[in-house]
């Protein structure tokens, strides 16, 4: 098995599971599925499931957020030969009625995580595909912020350096301030992401929309590897 993206979820997601599901059945993907175990804090849980995975490359993808229509297809073939996949992620906020947030770019270009208004970069991150034997090298602790934590480890040991890039948004975090759980999976907000989503035609950056020109769907611009112009 190629990847594996790995999901931890709880009982009060269910619905919210089922679509992810259905999307990444659609896709043709792979999902390791961890339930929460109220005895584990964040960290131990998210070992607790990449212990349990088994494929070459492993990432993280929460159950209340969603892939860009492709993901699948553009990110497998960008694999082999490779330490890590980098591209871009959309926020999208809840109490904006889900609008547009900012964007993070995700590349091994960056030293670090840095942020430049809504603008944010980092270079190693537990949601883009990592070989799983290095992303094992280090383990997720504590609660919040154990993702930025695992990525300092990671960085500490040099050990990610070869990277393709893919310059446009692969990975869609639909953020609200509480907690989510099923009363929102139908939120007509919410729906309305992950149908535009969904269709391909979320963003039309030609008109200069948001996102200067440089998230696009429709962009033409294909998967580069690291060092390469990012638009």
């Known amino acids: 098995m190629k990847l594996q993206l790995l999901v931890l979820t709880q009982p009060t ?20 599925i961890g339930m929460w175990n109220e005895k584990l804090d964040l960290g131990q849980n998210r070992n607790s499931l990449m212990d349990r995975a088994t494929a070459e490359y492993v990432a993280f993808f929460d159950d209340d957020d969603w892939p860009a229509h492709d993901f699948i297809e553009t990110i497998v073939p960008l694999l082999d030969g490779v330490d890590y996949v980098g591209y871009r992620l959309q926020t999208w906020c ?18 670090d995580w ?5 603008k ?18 280090a383990r997720f602790d504590g609660g919040f ?14 050990i990610v350096k070869r990277e393709n890039y893919v310059p446009r948004v692969m990975y869609h975090y639909i953020w609200r301030a509480v907690k ?18 969904r269709s391909g035609r979320w963003a039309r950056c030609t008109c ?6 440089i998230v696009c769907v429709d962009s033409t611009l294909q998967a580069s590897p690291v060092g390469s112009p990012a638009a």
């Open 208 to 213: 200069g929309w948001h996102c200067d020109g």
């Open 120 to 137: 944010f970069f980092r270079d190693i991150s537990h949601v883009n595909p990592m070989r799983r034997e290095l992303a094992m090298q």
């Open 145 to 158: 912020g154990e993702d930025h934590r695992w990525a300092q480890k990671i960085r500490k040991l040099g």
């Open 114 to 118: 840095s942020r430049e208004g809504m």
């Open 180 to 197: 989510h759980d099923d009363a929102d999976y139908c939120d007509p907000y919410r729906l309305g992401i992950i149908n535009r989503v």
């Open 13 to 32: 997601r269910h619905e919210m599971l089922k679509q992810l599901q259905a999307e990444f059945a659609r896709q043709g993907g792979d999902l390791l």
């Open 94 to 111: 809840q109490h904006l009625r889900y609008q547009e947030y900012g964007w993070t770019d995700h590349s091994l270009r960056y030293p």
